[in-house]
């Protein structure tokens, strides 16, 4: 909000004191407003900046923000300030040896615990979705197991991540009798984001889940690396809010000496066509003298100019291109959903993309409870196109517009009724952008065609080829990906040419919202993009589309 109200107000004028709260967590928008308040700073000598946080790198800030070049400390312009917390001890507890399985021994653990110590409860760390309801299905059956010997406390194993539905997030809130334990099983949004009163026990993996992208490869993806030192810290501490606490990590202190001691900004591991966009906007012509806190790679941002080249954001001279330009740069989008929107009109689908475009920024829409799998796998295929993920998400929408918005009618489909009300509130503001862009209101009349084309307009730099060795490749550098098995498309016959919105990393590269679609609208939609040929070309930045 900060970077936006200052495309209208540079010097942030309405404003003698501002504080930047929760500066450790360098989001890539924190460290933009950073940047962006320092050379604010120069040019306003009243203006406060407060930088808070519990577990910030404070000289680092200081000597970012100190504008004394004196060599006199006396003179300094800024101070670090210490304020005491209120917080308990909290003991730590270190693994002998490497575990093998750090899910198996997560549980372990939590069972341990369980039966050892006489009340508190459990928050367990671990790196994602997939592998938090994995550890509650095994406490679960654990705990069953443990009660038909007599146990009297009971346990209530919950979930805990961003996707998961409003209700299911709040029962980690509630209270439960004495005679109930509750375990948490988290991934690191459980690290700053909330407070659970009654935590007396943490558990740590060691591991977290970042984005991470590859200018080599232009992926970005999902990667699990090893936690810093302040995150461990912040994990611990969850269990001396209210009362003493303990803290098993299940890895050696060795290990724990050898982690960097901060987790690397958004800033130095993110595709930067956003970054790059939102500078422009305002105004910053040379983003390679920005004055970043943590600069970035600088092959990080020759690709994120070459895509914004490619999708017609900037001109030769990587200036903001009128009107196309300054459009995609007020939208608060990945620049791909922009130009795809902003070219809905004239492939006379905006209805459709505006749809599309408003659920993909939602996690988690179809839900699948771990004992009814088989249920909502049933009701998901009803949903489903053979185009793929982008179609079938809009049939998904249109549905649930059908049916009035209902939380009954989604609680049958296995849909994520939050998630869907949020996409509508998403649909409704982007649609007021292409209001105000003139984009003409228009619907394909249920013909796929525009719709996929349009699509292709906007991530024709995200497309791969079904290769003989069973695997798709990109065309742009040859990197081998796979359709991720949450696609409609997974296990069905692939299509020979696709486009896709991520990637993400476990054991293979895997593609995210996948749709099929035909190399010629490669051609004809991208040519300064793409050229028909047999083999691939690096030259000049152009992949080579083989139609053979």
């Known amino acids: 909000m900060l970077v936006r109200e200052m495309m209208a107000d540079p010097l942030l004028t309405r404003y003698s004191v501002l504080m930047l709260d929760e500066a450790h967590e360098r989001t890539l928008y924190t460290d933009i407003a950073i940047g962006l308040l320092k050379k604010v700073q120069k040019k306003r000598g009243d203006l406060r900046l407060i930088v808070a946080s519990a577990t910030l790198d404070a000289e680092k800030f200081k000597d970012y923000f100190n504008q004394n070049d004196t060599g006199d400390p006396s003179k300094d312009t800024s101070v670090i300030l210490t304020v005491e917390g209120r917080t308990f001890p909290v003991d730590i507890f270190y693994i002998q040896s490497p575990v093998p399985d750090y899910i198996k021994s997560t549980v372990e653990t939590a069972m341990k615990i369980h039966q050892m110590e006489s009340d508190g409860d459990i928050l367990a760390f671990l790196t994602g979705q997939e592998e938090v309801e994995t550890v509650v299905s095994m406490l679960i059956e654990q705990a069953r197991a443990l009660s038909r010997t007599g146990m009297k406390k009971h346990l209530r194993v919950l979930p805990m991540y961003a996707g998961l539905p409003s209700p299911d997030q709040m029962k980690v809130f509630e209270r439960v009798s004495h005679s109930v334990r509750k375990v948490i099983v988290a991934t690191n949004i459980a690290e700053t984001s909330i407070t659970i009163h009654g935590i007396a026990f943490v558990i740590d993996c060691g591991f977290v889940k970042l984005r991470a992208y590859n200018p080599k490869t232009a992926i970005e993806c999902l990667v699990v690396v090893p936690v810093s030192k302040a995150s461990a810290n912040q994990r611990a501490g969850r269990a001396g809010r209210n009362r003493s606490g303990k803290c098993y990590r299940l890895y050696t202190e060795e290990d724990f000496e050898k982690l960097p001691k901060s987790t690397v900004p958004e800033m130095q591991r993110s595709n930067l066509a956003p970054v790059i966009l939102q500078l422009k906007a305002l105004g910053i012509d040379n983003v390679l003298r920005f004055p970043f806190l943590s600069p970035p790679p600088a092959q990080?941002?020759?690709?994120?100019?070459?895509?914004?080249?490619?999708?017609?954001?900037?001109?030769?001279?990587?200036?903001?291109?009128?009107?196309?330009?300054?459009?995609?740069?007020?939208?608060?989008?990945?620049?791909?959903?922009?130009?795809?929107l902003l070219e809905s009109g004239n492939f006379g689908c905006s209805q459709e993309i505006l749809t599309i475009a408003a659920m993909m920024q939602i996690q988690n829409v179809f839900l699948i409870p771990p004992n009814q799998k088989a249920q909502a796998a049933r009701q998901h295929r009803k949903f489903a196109v053979e185009e793929g993920d982008h179609l079938t998400m809009l049939n998904v929408y249109e549905a649930f517009v059908k049916h009035s918005k209902s939380s009954q009618w989604c609680q049958e489909h296995f849909l994520n009724y939050k998630g869907l009300v949020r996409a509508s509130v998403v649909r409704e503001q982007l649609k007021k952008l292409l209001v105000r862009f003139k984009v003409p209101k228009k619907s394909s009349e249920g013909d796929p065609d525009p719709v996929l084309r349009c699509i292709v307009s906007g991530f024709f730099a995200n497309a791969a080829k079904f290769h003989s060795t069973g695997a798709y490749r990109t065309i742009r550098d040859d990197h081998e990906l796979h359709i991720h098995p949450t696609s409609v498309l997974y296990a069905e016959k692939p299509p020979r040419w696709v486009v896709y919105n991520e990637v993400i990393q476990t054991a293979k590269y895997y593609m995210r919202d996948v749709t099929a679609v035909e190399s010629a609208w490669l051609l004809e939609l991208a040519p300064h993009f793409y050229q028909q040929g047999t083999h691939l070309s690096l030259k000049a930045k152009r992949a080579k589309v083989d139609d053979h």
């Open 300 to 340: 990080s941002m020759v690709q994120a100019l070459e895509l914004l080249y490619a999708l017609g954001g900037l001109d030769m001279h990587c200036r903001l291109t009128e009107p196309l330009g300054m459009r995609i740069a007020e939208f608060p989008l990945n620049p791909m959903f922009a130009k795809m």
